[in-house]
């Protein structure tokens, strides 16, 4: 699932990324919950599923693009997901030779880690080396653990 966080001139300041087990209605509600503030205004394509973010406080406002005089992709709600997982597929195609399914949560946590900090490129070198030189050592077989449950 993608969601963008835009300031008041539609442009977008925040991104996230997750991956849910299915588009159901209790795996939305739980990401609601877990990931967005309740005063979140969430514009979805209409899909019912996306009816349950409602239960975690957040208002839902429904666009059903096949409704839509144009063309989906020029429909301002969805302008910067569409312009966000374009880029998201280039850069993965563009780094990447082969995708695999379990590790699709860490290409999309990079992903949404480098376009939040966008603002501040140079500030980003120093904030993951700090993060990295302070993190305790792991062994392999906890690292592993993390593929097989995603």
């Known amino acids: 699932m993608a969601a963008v966080a835009t300031d008041d001139d539609g442009h977008p300041q ?3 990324l997750h991956v849910v087990k299915a588009h159901d209605g209790q795996s939305i509600e739980a990401m609601a919950k877990t990931q967005l503030d309740s005063t979140a205004r969430v514009v979805s394509d209409g899909l019912g599923c996306f009816r349950a973010v409602t239960k975690a406080g957040c208002t839902h406002e429904p666009v059903i693009a096949g409704r839509a ?4 992709e020029k429909i301002p709600a969805f302008r910067w997901v569409n312009t966000v ?5 280039t ?13 699709a949560f860490r290409y999309l946590a990079e992903f949404q880690y480098r376009c939040n900090r966008r603002a501040d490129l140079p500030a980003m070198l120093d904030r ?6 302070r993190a305790a050592p792991r062994p392999y077989k906890s690292l ?3 593929y097989e449950a995603a």
């Open 69 to 72: 005089p144009e063309q989906p």
């Open 128 to 133: 993951l080396t700090r993060v990295a030189v």
């Open 91 to 103: 850069a993965i195609v563009g780094t990447l030779k082969s995708v695999a399914k379990r590790y």
């Open 14 to 16: 925040r991104l996230l």
């Open 85 to 89: 997982l374009c880029n998201l597929k």
């Open 144 to 146: 592993k653990i993390a």
